[in-house]
């Protein structure tokens, strides 16, 4: 019994070897994908991506930021009470803001409406793709929602996709939800379809962004949702992440942007209403965000200067 | 055979839980019913661990005995809307033995006219509920409510989501998984879960996603963890006791008298029953447990009313002799000169009886931990912090710190974050550590303006309790410490 044990796991690990060497191929150099001098900057990023005290831990925090988004575009705008026949069984919504009530009615409210909200979504479940996943930071989060059905990240880069995979593994949680492939998003089948597609800090990597956005948009599902964020081209986003983030606070890697390939979001918003898109995609939201040093990220007034979220939704 | 199973028993795969709580004390099984009690949290895999028996505990919630309990505590009224809102336990109180007071009267043992009155009874909340200072209630009765309360949840929870409460069972080993918070995807290929294993005396074996101690003063998960708890020791011990008083005090009041010694407080029970908090020098501790029931009761009438020079006499009576019965004529009759309407107005109800066998003594202590949070670790309750019990306030910043975790656990949920997770438990920390550090800074300098005989503070303690300015300062600080506004 131990020598079989030994064997077999000296097989593991000889077919683990043989494995990771032959994925860690070339990255594969893509239409829609980023530079190679950009390549070749994140897989040296890769090993540090999970550490939450090192080099990424500005994207960890933002994450707080997107998952409270992507919870408010989705849950705030579902129909809570679609196919409810019964006027007795409808949850209540008043016709004017909730914070002119008194707390206790605002909270028994507020409780009735998630409760109701949770049950519509525990019914149907979302199917996540999540585009330039990077080392799986917004993957894993999504996995862990109870509302996501399944999460697949792709990206291009080999290494740090192993190291998103071998994250994963720490968590049992995640083994059954979460997938990871390396593939561009023009390679995923266009019957694939799902119903909430994110691309975050990735647009402003690629060469071709309006390329990727309608390869994106061939896979969203009908009433599903496109949710990205990435960085006006501005003054004050050179200013903040640039010269702020990369040089002065030293908390992005340098040479993670480059000041050329920010995307306004008004143009995001033309190119989408001038796009074959037009009828069946709406731009619902978009809002700023910015990195206060020793506070962490927070909404902005202003979605057209630094970095911004939107989230477009698949209407038919 | 025996060695076989030895060898399955050790090599068995450890049972894994999201969340495991060490303790069973009222931080402990509030985190609990509250993590239950939480639509966002509910789903979580708890299981909390306690080294005593919690049959005793359950026996007291089915049917209470007649006596109070000795150790009881005040609780302000932002734990007890915790207990209403967050952990769902308060119905679970039988309410005729929790006691509500509005009034609190202090006053010095140099000068008895130099004294304070607070009456909450005016002040109006903005709910339009009277306001209170605080609730007198026993621990066990509150960890009684918290069972109860999480076997109401299991009730309605499917079998995979129950809470699991595993009592005399104490945690012996606390080891970290496969540590690798960094993962270098080159040289450490092979992972497994960082998450730490918790070893029972029972044998069973839990690995957990996030590992809390609420486990007291002496808290192993803060060693595992490498806390540091920083503080010292007051070399003033704290007496306690349950008693009885001769009527029914209908006032609801919390007495208070400032001795050299230290703060002597009658706080009061329901009916005609009360409790005392005695917090004394060594010397005195050692003579207080000693004295005989039976003369207890007027040594402590004695302490609210009389001068502290006679006291000083009784004592050294009493040390020589504990049973020494001529005391309570020594006491009567230095009483006698005390006018008898300012015995009805300025004092508390005499007491009548100790409860036999309430009387306990406890060191006091200040320790504070440096952080409470660690890559899966938290720490709640005394775990955290003990405070000096003169403002009441050890549980009650418990119940503040199990709320605020829950907060963090909350949104670290919603976000999809691993909640063992520094990036979940970063918030927790930052909310609970500095209110708590302040909370405790005003206990310590209640503890030294009040708790000295060095002649010039004692002489400006005097003078001061009776100038306006430090009437307002004082009262300040007591009513925000006390009822935790
Ligand atoms: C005698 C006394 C009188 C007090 N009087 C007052 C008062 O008048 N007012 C006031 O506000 N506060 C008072 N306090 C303080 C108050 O009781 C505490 O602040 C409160 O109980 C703290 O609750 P906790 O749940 O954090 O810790 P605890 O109540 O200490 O509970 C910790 C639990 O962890 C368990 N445990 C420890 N190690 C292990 C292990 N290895 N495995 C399994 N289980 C373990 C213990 O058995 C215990 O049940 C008093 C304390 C004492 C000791
Ligand atoms: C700044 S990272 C952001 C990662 C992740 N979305 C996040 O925010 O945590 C950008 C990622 O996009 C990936 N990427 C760039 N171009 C891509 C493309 N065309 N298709 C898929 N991934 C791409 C990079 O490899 C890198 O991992």
Known sequence: MATRSILRSARLQCTRHISSSSVRCHDIVKLTSASADEMSHFNALASSWWDVNGPQRILHKMNFLRMDYIN???????????????????????????????????????????????????????????????????????????????????DLSTDVLEAAKLHQKLDPELSEKLQYELTAIEDLPKDE?????????????????????????????????????????????????????????????????????????????????????????????ARGCAYIPAYGWKFTSSADVGNYFMAIQRVK | MFPLRRFLATTAKPLLQDVVIVGGGPAGLSLLAALKNSPTTKHLKCTLVEALKLQPVRDFGEDPPENFHNRIISLTPKSVQFMQEKSGSWDYLHQDRVKFYDNMVAYDSQDSDARIHFDASNVILDLGALSQIAAMCEVVHIQASLLQKIDALNEELPEEDQAVVIDEAKVVNIIAGNACDTIDAKSNPQTSLDWPVVTLSNGQVLQTRLLVGADGQNSPVRNYAEIESRGWSYDRFGVVGTLKLQFNDFRDIAWQRFLTTGPLAILPLPEDNATFVWSSTPELAEILVKVDEKIFPQLLNAAMTLDEVDLNYIYKMLKANPADMTVLEEIEWRTSLIPEEDLDEKFPVPISELMPGSRARFPLKFLHADTYIAPRVALVGDAAHTVHPLAGQGLNMGQTDVGLLVDALETGVDRGLDIGSTLVLEKYVATAWPNNHALMGVCDKLHKIFSTDAFPVVALRGLGLKSLNYFDVVKDIMVKAISGR
């Open chain 1, 72 to 154: 408010e575009m989705v849950k705030g705008h579902i129909k809570l009470n679609d196919n409810v026949v019964d006027d007795e069984d409808k949850v209540y919504i008043p016709p004017y803001s909730l914070d002119l009530l008194p707390k206790s009615i605002r909270t028994r409210i507020q409780q009735e409406q998630s409760a109701r909200r949770d049950e519509i979504l525990s019914q149907k479940k979302l199917k996540a793709l999540d585009v330039g996943c990077g080392g799986g930071i917004l993957a894993e989060s999504l996995a862990r929602l109870k509302y996501i059905s399944s999460v697949k990240g792709i």
């Open chain 1, 193 to 285: 379809k799902y119903d909430l597609v994110t691309c975050f800090e990735m647009l402003e990597h690629v060469q071709y962004p309006a390329q990727v956005l309608s390869e994106v948009f061939d896979r969203v599902a009908v009433g599903g949702w496109v949710v990205l964020s990435t960085i006006n081209r501005d003054p004050i986003s050179w200013f903040t992440t640039i010269f702020m983030g990369e040089h002065l606070l030293r908390i992005v890697p340098v040479g993670t942007h480059t000041l050329e390939k920010y995307i306004d979001q008004q143009e995001i918003r033309n190119w989408v209403e001038g796009s074959p898109y037009q009828d069946q995609f709406a731009v619902v939201n």
